[in-house]
């Protein structure tokens, strides 16, 4: 009689998807080195203006509001870092080491094995979000005294992860399409650079620069209005910014974001520029169409990376 072979569940194929990518994860030095380098940051942005302040004998002014406002300590080129040294090598890698021959040919599926590494990649970056963001809050108590509304923290810890998901999707997908890693680093960082230049530039001297509104990103620089507070400050309306955005809107849910753009003029008497407003809108319509900009982006990448592993073609 011949043993019948029992397929594993597709729980426990899933779990041994993860576990081999979290285990991959944790013994990247280049992920190792990311985090020990975000947590030196975030004490740089915690310890240098108590030290400025102290030099110049300056009071160091209480912040009550700088956890929640400070997301988890960096910006978008953060995000965008965590999600190269998660992902570059969790599909290219297994296609340049050969591990893609034996991995694919057990009898767990295709979309099971992506699923498992995308799924991995979320705990990873959720796990050190995490812990960068308890590092703050302490920091924050003893560098800005008391803090005000730590129970938007969680929100500005998902907005992050939100923001970092698309870069993990995008570069995912370049993995999986090229299946070198090399390709997925510079494509990825290529996009997120090119991005960003042109953001910059748009914002400052186009009329059409809301297009960027439709991109990962930084998106477009405004200025933030409150009313009833004389302060505006200006702030990325992009895909990298929903943690920060949301956490405001959440505080002043009527503030409004001023787009504007420079417009040079040289003729004899005049300063050389002026500054010429475009277009207002709530800050709450800023926020719902990042975060719907956002899915659509980890969608779309995502089942693009999916489907070229469905389509890869395995030679021994």
Do not use: C
């Amino acid at each position: 009689m011949t043993k019948k072979t029992t397929r594993p569940s597709w729980r426990n194929s899933f779990l041994a998807i993860v576990r081999y990518e979290l285990l991959w994860n944790i013994r990247k030095k280049k992920f190792l080195g990311v985090v020990i380098l975000a947590f030196v940051f975030a004490t740089l942005a915690l310890v240098l203006p108590v030290l400025l302040s102290n030099i110049n004998k300056v009071p160091n002014e209480p912040n009550p509001d700088y956890v929640v406002t400070t997301g988890i300590g960096f910006g978008g080129f953060a995000f965008f870092l965590f999600a190269l040294v998660s992902v570059m090598n969790s599909i290219s890698g297994e296609f340049e080491s050969g591990s893609i021959v034996p991995l694919l040919t057990k009898p767990v599926s295709r979309t099971t094995i992506y699923l498992g590494k995308i799924f991995a990649a979320f705990l990873t970056v959720l796990v050190a979000y995490i812990l960068l963001t308890i590092y703050l809050t302490l920091g924050g108590f003893l560098a800005y005294g008391p803090q005000n509304n730590l129970h938007l923290v969680f929100i500005s810890l998902l907005g992050s992860i939100i923001s970092t998901m698309i870069w993990i999707a995008i570069v995912l997908a370049m993995g999986s399409i090229s299946k070198s890693s090399m390709l997925a680093a510079l494509l990825g960082f290529g996009i997120w650079f090119g991005l960003n230049i042109a953001s910059t530039i748009l914002s400052m001297f186009s009329n059409q620069a809301w297009v960027l509104t439709y991109t990962p990103g930084s998106g477009v620089s405004g200025t933030l209005s409150i009313p009833g507070q004389n302060i505006q400050s200006r702030i990325s309306t992009g895909t990298d910014a929903i943690a920060t955005n949301l956490v405001t809107y959440i505080l002043h849910p009527t503030a409004n974001v001023n787009y504007s753009r420079i417009e040079f003029n040289f003729s004899p008497g005049s300063q050389g520029w002026t500054l010429v407003t475009l277009y207002t809108e709530p800050l709450s319509l800023v926020v719902a169409r990042s975060i719907a900009v956002a899915a659509i982006y980890i969608f779309v990448f995502n089942f693009l990376a999916w489907y070229a592993l469905k389509r890869a073609q395995i030679t021994e």
